[in-house]
């Protein structure tokens, strides 16, 4: 038993490992990708928009694959699965967090704009101190059940084998003729999920003062 | 001599191919009130968006406190350097109809926010004279709230107050109280006729037809992106020239 908790705490090093990188490239490649979505320039949004309607409209499992499988059948190259499983989450995250990006900055007030422009201050200025923290504020929730479905959608690293929570879980399954280690399984991502939402209910409660 | 703080010549602004100001030409001396009036769609507020530098103009010729922002060059309007234009964006304010506050920052920070970013104020310098402004507008107990826990009217007050921090040489108007229900009307165009007392030079565009004919020294009615009639605000109200002008002051009265 300690020994099958021990292994189980092994996949979870690799999910959060998962679940933190993923965050850490795709928060902000997301913007990235919002501001090509919202270009001037008319094939940069169309080449985002094309982007970001792969992303979301075809299975992640499916990416996973391709992102592992495409390059070694193409280039016959093939390089580390953990990278490739890293490459897959975030091109996918950041399509999704793109389209809530875009939805909060489109649905800023252009008044706010204006009077930021009246009052003297810099593009710059005006980003980061007036439309940023606003925009945060409105899209909060929305990031905040991306963050919960990806906790979940880190077992799908398993599809390439990769040992994480979910694929360690599966195979001691097997090998012990139990549902047990699942079941454990199960409550790491609900515990997990739930000091997500918790920290989002934290975040949002802080930014309550005001509208 | 007075000084002319506003001097537009021949103003012309298009959105596509419809002519919104047509051929605008006006004067407004130092610490005198100026109200535009006119029919919805007349141009009012490109105009002081114009003035304001939200707008560009295509056509025509504008001084700012003595200095060009744009001139006229063979029918086009060419603007100064974007320093120059800096330079008279901070010597205008303008005070919206729906307020614009900053909804995240308190009314104090509302206040203290750009004299502290732009003008490079300090904490205390700037805090001291967003007090005395809310003082002045009868907001002091206010200082800590934040915008939403505001009455329209307050907000629109302490919006005034955010324009006057800075200083302005001329601050401008676009129908401050058409937000407000009408008991909150009269405690903005108090404060506005305050600061006509105190020889604030403003323009305000407004449906107030008693504060337009009762507290501004000239007035201006635009239609269709034209000034039809303008003059001493009595004169215009009481012996209307032109026809357009009379049937508008009509629609008030009725
Ligand atoms: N950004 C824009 N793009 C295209 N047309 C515009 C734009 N801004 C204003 N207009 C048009 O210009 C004309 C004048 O608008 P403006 O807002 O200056 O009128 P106004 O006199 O302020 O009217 P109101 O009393 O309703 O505020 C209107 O026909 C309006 O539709
Ligand atoms: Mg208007």
């Known amino acids: 038993m300690g020994n099958l908790i021990l292994q189980l705490f092994k996949g979870l090093n690799f999910s959060v490992r998962i679940f933190f990188l993923t ?26 928009d094309l982007y970001i309607q792969i992303m979301r409209g075809t299975p ?21 699965r953990f990278f490739a499983v890293i490459l897959a989450y975030v091109l996918n995250y950041s399509a999704y967090f793109a389209e809530i990006y875009r939805s ?72 012990v003729f139990s549902t ?32 | ?41 007349s141009g009012k507020s490109t105009l002081l968006r114009i003035l304001t530098q939200l707008e560009t103009a295509d056509g025509g010729s504008l001084d700012l406190v003595g200095k060009p922002l744009f001139k ?7 603007y100064e350097s974007a320093e120059k234009r800096r330079e008279l964006n901070l010597k205008t304010g303008l005070v919206f109809q729906n307020f614009n506050l900053f909804p995240h920052f308190s009314v104090l920070r509302n206040i203290t926010e750009a004299q502290r970013a732009v003008l490079k104020r300090s904490k205390d310098e700037a805090e001291s004279k967003a007090i005395d402004l809310l003082k002045k507008m009868n907001l002091e107990d206010k200082a800590n709230s ?53 020889k604030m030079t403003m323009v305000v565009v407004t449906h107030e037809m008693n504060f337009a004919k009762g507290s501004s020294d000239e007035a201006l009615f635009m239609d269709g992106g034209v000034i039809v009639e303008k003059g001493n605000p009595t004169e215009l109200f009481d012996n209307p020239k032109e026809e357009r002008l009379r049937r508008f002051l009509n629609t008030f009265n009725s």
């Open chain 1, 60 to 80: 992640l499992i499916l990416q996973l694959l391709f992102f592992y499988f495409a390059p070694f059948y193409i280039f016959h190259a093939s390089y580390d």
């Open chain 1, 23 to 48: 965050l850490l490239f795709s928060l902000p490649f997301g913007f990235v990708v919002a501001k090509g979505r919202m270009s001037k320039i008319a094939p940069v949004r169309w080449f985002t």
């Open chain 2, 72 to 78: 006229n060059v063979n029918g086009k309007a060419v």
């Open chain 1, 104 to 175: 909060g900055l489109q649905s800023m007030d252009k008044g706010q704009y204006e009077a930021s422009q009246v009052l003297g201050f810099t593009k710059a200025y005006t980003f980061f101190h007036v439309i940023l923290p606003q925009v945060f504020k409105k899209i909060l929730p929305s990031v905040g059940n991306e963050v919960v479905t990806l906790v979940k959608d880190t077992s799908l690293a398993s599809t390439l084998g990769i040992a994480e929570l979910f694929r360690v879980a599966q195979t001691s399954s097997s090998r």
């Open chain 2, 146 to 198: 934040y915008p939403c826990e505001l009455s329209g009217g307050q907000k629109q007050r302490v919006s005034i107050a955010r324009a006057l921090a800075m200083d302005p040489e001329i601050l401008f108007f676009d129908e401050p109280t058409s937000a407000l229900d009408p008991e909150l009307t009269l405690e903005v165009l108090k404060v506005i006729r305050g600061l006509a007392e105190e």
């Open chain 1, 180 to 211: 047990t280690p699942i079941f454990i399984a199960g409550v790491f991502y609900f515990i997990m999920n739930y000091v997500v939402a918790k920290f989002f209910d934290i975040v949002e409660r802080k930014l309550d003062y005001y509208e």
């Open chain 2, 1 to 41: 001599m007075s000084d002319i703080m506003i001097n537009a010549q021949n103003v012309m602004k298009s959105f596509g191919d419809t002519e919104v100001l047509k051929d605008i030409s006006f004067t407004l001396e130092k610490g005198h009130v100026l109200s535009i009036i006119g029919p919805s769609g």
